[in-house]
């Protein structure tokens, strides 16, 4: 199963932080690759493999954003840019 990160709406759980230019992403909303209309196939993205989940932390959202903390089957991630 490949997913791509999707901050829009209610996805986004984030609290703004004073002495940082961006706001850090929590627990991110993943939709499937194909409903993923907004990326490009030469986008980047930060990719990340457990199991037989792939999600895909597209750059240029870590961009605006500076940091999403999420969970794997492993234990918890966090992805910066």
Known sequence: ???????????IAAQPTQSLPY???????????????FMNADDRVIGVM????????????LAQHGLVEDDSPSGPIAVTW
């Open 50 to 61: 457990s199991g037989q989940t792939a999600k895909a932390f597209p750059a240029r959202i």
């Open 1 to 11: 199963m490949l997913a791509a990160l999707c901050l829009c709406g209610s996805a």
């Open 23 to 37: 706001v850090a992403v929590h627990n991110p909303e993943f939709i499937s690759a194909s409903a993923a209309t």
